[in-house]
């Protein structure tokens, strides 16, 4: 598994409860609801598969190659290139 899970587990978890937090401060939702508890275990799950699929690029990039050095182009500044 690439990505980071623990972190995506944390992060999903905590932004569930405080949306869920959220929606009953502003009377969304009444406290007696069971959404309070689905809401984290969502985040929950939704910060593990985020995790799982990042990084969201196409892949590795590979680096631009410059050209070669070889033996026969290194030249000191006493004996020649010959």
Known sequence: MKGRP???II???LFGL???????LFGVIPLHSDLLWILPLIGLLLGLTLA??????????????GP???DDTI??????AD
Request: charged share 5%.
């Open 6 to 8: 623990f972190l995506g």
């Open 52 to 65: 799982a699929w990042a990084p969201f690029g196409s892949g590795p990039q590979q680096a631009a190659q």
């Open 68 to 70: 070669t050095v070889t």
């Open 18 to 24: 405080f949306g869920g937090l959220t929606l009953i």
């Open 75 to 80: 030249v000191d500044g006493d004996t020649s």
């Open 11 to 13: 992060s999903g978890f």
